[in-house]
């Protein structure tokens, strides 16, 4: 079965600077997703970026990237330029690229709370 | 399009009483799953449902909980007998109908509070 660990419990940054939350996983598979969620204090799930495994180039959306190391088996996020509407926790999520029945659950790490000062 | 629809947004039970949890999926989104949130934790996969029936269920509880997904109407995710363990957030996502899609669309959760 596959495991998401995320090391940090909480992590603070300044507005403006920047903040990487770190990721590993456990898989046997070679091909699969990579996802990294945000969860606000209403608690609604917002996917922020994805990778796909075989994709050797990082993935990046505006003020988020993420430093993707199929070997390491790490996956972690950079976001540049925080802002205060960023606080929120953000999970790791990992998904088999096999379009049978268990490969289409997500499984979530435990989160890390980003907290933003001012 | 509205996104995933999920009521009540909070509900209150007492132990020994059973709780309903709806969702409707977006707009031709076939695929159903429901997933747990224990406080400070992260989402546990429960159930994946396509339309009437259930392709994954292995991260249900064994008992007191099941799952369906009828050919018309929402998903209901049915906890009979609620203890305090049962307290946590239920979050129902979907997916469309096309098997290479791989992003799932949250809803924005119940709330249960058993009492």
């Known amino acids: 079965a596959q495991t998401v660990t995320q090391s940090q419990p909480e992590m603070s940054v300044q507005e403006a600077e920047t903040v990487t939350l770190s990721c590993t996983y456990d898989t046997s598979e070679s091909d699969y997703y990579l996802f990294w969620y945000k969860q606000p204090p209403s608690r609604q799930m917002i996917l922020v970026i994805r990778?796909?495994?075989?994709?050797?180039q990082n993935a990046t959306e505006n003020r988020f990237s993420v430093n993707f190391q199929k070997a390491a088996k790490s996956f972690s996020l950079k976001i540049s330029d925080s802002q205060l509407g960023d606080a929120a926790m953000y999970f790791c999520?990992?998904?088999?690229?096999?379009?049978?029945?268990?490969?289409?659950?997500?499984?979530f790490g435990g989160g890390t709370r980003v907290l933003v000062k001012p | 399009n509205a996104g995933v629809m999920q009521n009540p947004r909070h509900l209150v039970r007492r132990r020994g009483q059973e709780a309903r949890l709806r969702c409707s999926p977006m707009k031709g989104h076939s695929h159903v799953y429901w997933y747990r949130q224990l406080p400070e934790e992260g989402l546990k996969f429960m159930v994946y449902l396509q339309k009437e029936n259930i392709i994954d269920e292995s991260g249900m509880p064994k008992e007191r909980f099941s799952a369906e997904f009828p050919k018309e109407g929402p998903s209901i995710l049915r906890i009979q007998q609620v203890v305090r363990g049962d307290s946590a957030a239920y979050f129902c996502?979907?997916?469309?109908?096309?098997?290479?899609?791989?992003?799932?669309?949250f809803g924005p959760g119940t709330r249960l509070t058993v009492t």
């Open positions: 996502a979907s997916s469309p109908t096309t098997a290479s899609s791989y992003e799932q669309y």
């Open positions: 990778q796909e495994a075989y994709k050797q």
């Open positions: 999520a990992y998904r088999s690229a096999f379009s049978r029945a268990a490969g289409n659950k997500l499984t």
